[in-house]
C-alpha cells in the first residue's frame, strides 16, 4: 500500500494516497451518525460492539457535531499527519487549550472569539448568532468550550481504541481496492487539473476557491456521505469512497453543448480568433469587425456566457481576451467525455 505519492513538483503540488487517521475520522463520523439507530453497518458493526462504555458516551456527544467528529480534520491539516495514529494522539494532547480550540475550528473562529467565549465575556448562544456557520448543539459546544480538557482526551481515547485488530484487519483487507482507486484517480489528474477534478468528484462547482499550494486527495472505505471537502487557502482536502469508478466532470455534457453553440457562429469564432491576439474593448472590436457595436455586444454576451472570454474592466472601460486556458480544458473535457 503506498503511503505517498506525490504528482508534481509544480505548485500546486498533488498528493493522493490513502490515510491510516483519516479513515479512523471517518469510522469515527460513521459511528457518531449512527447513535441511536437499532442496526448498523455490517461493516462498522464487529468494531463498534466492542467499544467501552466511555467510548459509547463520546460518540453521543459528538452526535451533535455538524461533521460528527471529523472537525478533527483540521488538525490533521495542521500538522500533515496522517498515518502515525500515536504521533498524533500525543501532539493534539500536548496543545495548548486554545491553540486546539482554534485549529479544530479552522476558519470558523478568531482566537479572540474563543477567549471571548473561555473567559465568559459572550454567551454560546450569542456566539452561534454571530457565526452561524458554527452549526453544534448548545450542548456540544458548550462541552467543546467549558471542558475542553475531558472533550479532547476522550475522543484521543476513542480515537486509540478504535486503532485495534478490528480496524486494522479491516484496513489491510481493503489494500487492492485503495490501489485500484489510486490508479483511476491518477488516470483521472492526466486529462484533468486537481481543482477540476475535485470539482468533477464533489459534483459541484465551489463557490469558495484560492490559489491552493496543494491538493489531497484521500480515499476512504468508511467515508460518509461519499465524498468530503475540507480546505483553507493554501490547502484542498477532499476525501472521498474509494468504491468511486469514475469522477465525472461537472456537467459535461451542458458545457460543451453551450460552447459549440457558442462557437457555432462564424462571427464569434472570428472574435475569439482576433481577442487571441489582442485584448481589445468593444468599439475598437466593432470596427475591426466591421459590424455595429449593437451586434458585437451581444456576440461578446454569448461567448463570455461560455467562459471562452474573459472581461478585464480598466477604470471604466471593459476590455475582452480569448480565454485559452478554458478552451484548452473544454477540449480535453471533449475528449475525456466522449472516451469515458
Known amino acids: 500500500m503506498p503511503l505517498d505519492t506525490q504528482l508534481n513538483n509544480e505548485a500546486p503540488k498533488v498528493y493522493v494516497f490513502p490515510s491510516k487517521?483519516?479513515?479512523?475520522?471517518?469510522?469515527?463520523r460513521l459511528l457518531a451518525e449512527s447513535v441511536g439507530c437499532e442496526k448498523y453497518d455490517e461493516r462498522i458493526e464487529p468494531i463498534r460492539s466492542g467499544l467501552q462504555p466511555d467510548s459509547i458516551r463520546m460518540l453521543g456527544i459528538l452526535f451533535g457535531f455538524k461533521s460528527y467528529g471529523l472537525e478533527f480534520t483540521e488538525l490533521v491539516l495542521r500538522f500533515k499527519m496522517f498515518d502515525n495514529v500515536e504521533l498524533f494522539i500525543d501532539t493534539i494532547a500536548a496543545m495548548d487549550e486554545t491553540d486546539f480550540l482554534y485549529g479544530f475550528f479552522g476558519d470558523e473562529l478568531t482566537r479572540e472569539e474563543i477567549l471571548a467565549v473561555k473567559s465568559g465575556a459572550i454567551t454560546i448562544d450569542k456566539l452561534k448568532e454571530r457565526n452561524p456557520s458554527v452549526a453544534y448543539s448548545s450542548d456540544a459546544i458548550g462541552i467543546i468550550f467549558y471542558d475542553t480538557k475531558n472533550f479532547r482526551s476522550g475522543f484521543l481515547r476513542l480515537i486509540d481504541e478504535l486503532d485495534g485488530d478490528a480496524f486494522r484487519k479491516r484496513y489491510l483487507s481493503m489494500s487492492q481496492a485503495y490501489e485500484e482507486s489510486l490508479s483511476r484517480l491518477k488516470s483521472e489528474l492526466g486529462i484533468m487539473t486537481p481543482l477540476d477534478l475535485a470539482q468533477a468528484i464533489m459534483g459541484k462547482k465551489?463557490?469558495?476557491v484560492s490559489d491552493y499550494e496543494s491538493f489531497y486527495f484521500i480515499p476512504s472505505g468508511f467515508i460518509h456521505p461519499p465524498q468530503i471537502r475540507f480546505f483553507n487557502e493554501k490547502t484542498n482536502i477532499l476525501i472521498y469512497n474509494l468504491h468511486v469508478h469514475t469522477f465525472e466532470e461537472v456537467h459535461p455534457a451542458g458545457e460543451?453543448?453551450?460552447?459549440i453553440k457558442a462557437i457555432g457562429d462564424r462571427t464569434r469564432l472570428e472574435i475569439l480568433r482576433v481577442l487571441c491576439k489582442d485584448m481589445?474593448?468593444?468599439?475598437?472590436?466593432?470596427?475591426?469587425?466591421?459590424?455595429?457595436?449593437?451586434?458585437?455586444?451581444?456576440?461578446l454576451n454569448e461567448l463570455k456566457q461560455a467562459g471562452l472570454i474573459?472581461?478585464?474592466?480598466?477604470?471604466?472601460?471593459?476590455?475582452?481576451?480569448?480565454?485559452?486556458?478554458?478552451i484548452n480544458k473544454l477540449f480535453k473535457g471533449i475528449v475525456?467525455?466522449?472516451?469515458?
Do not use: C, P, Q, W
Open 206 to 208: 465551489f463557490r469558495r
Open 21 to 28: 487517521i483519516m479513515e479512523l475520522l471517518a469510522l469515527v
Open 310 to 326: 474573459d472581461e478585464i474592466k480598466v477604470k471604466h472601460i471593459k476590455y475582452y481576451k480569448t480565454n485559452i486556458e478554458h
Open 336 to 340: 475525456h467525455y466522449l472516451m469515458k
Open 256 to 259: 460543451i453543448l453551450d460552447a
Open 280 to 299: 481589445m474593448y468593444g468599439k475598437t472590436l466593432s470596427d475591426k469587425m466591421n459590424l455595429n457595436t449593437a451586434t458585437i455586444s451581444h456576440h
